[in-house]
């Protein structure tokens, strides 16, 4: 498959963390194929903080599906995971952002689809520029003028730390 390079975050503090992970990563293809995995990081919740501890990664990959129909597949790949609507920023199984959708910038406001790539707050959440600044530090980043490493200087990335599956949880 040759497609359009795309970056996803995901995200997960429900449940098993790292299986929620895998099994959503896992459900991606065929229609989304996978290049390269970041680390895994355990963070600190964002927008509310009175929550589970995160673990979120990013992933290269590449698709054929428009951007819209990426999103309406990612929707559905987060309720096989067992997504169960929430508060914004609550706590969740699964979160899947569509972080960078080739070089392009997409704003649909549309009834079937509410979609701004690159993600609307990408550069403001370390949790999404590490992993996505571990894969591809030289990235330019559309619409900011800076690469993806460039993004994450910009950040406190304290909370960020490379998850450790045998430390006590």
């Not at 067992?82 to 649909?108: C, K, M, T």
């Not at 406001?109 to 609307?120: N, T, V």
């Amino acid at each position: 498959m040759t497609g359009t390079l795309i970056y996803l975050g995901l995200g997960s503090n429900r449940g098993d963390r790292l299986a929620n992970l895998q099994v959503a990563i896992a459900a991606l293809a065929p229609a989304v194929r996978v290049l390269r995995q970041s680390a895994v990081y355990e963070t600190e919740p964002w927008g509310y903080a009175e929550q589970a501890r995160f673990l979120n990664l990013a992933l290269e990959a590449e698709t054929e599906l428009a951007p819209a129909e990426l999103l309406q597949h990612i929707k559905q790949v987060e309720q096989q995971v067992g997504r169960v609507a929430s508060f914004r920023y609550g706590p969740r199984e699964i979160d899947i952002d569509i972080l960078l959708y080739g070089n392009f910038q997409i704003d649909l406001s549309e009834a079937e689809a509410d979609l701004k790539i690159p993600h609307p707050r990408l550069a403001e959440r370390a949790f999404v520029l590490v992993p996505l600044a571990e894969l591809a530090p030289e990235l330019p980043v559309p619409g900011s003028g800076r690469t993806a490493s460039q993004l994450l200087a910009a950040q406190d990335a304290s909370g960020v730390q490379l998850f450790d599956p045998g430390a006590a949880a």
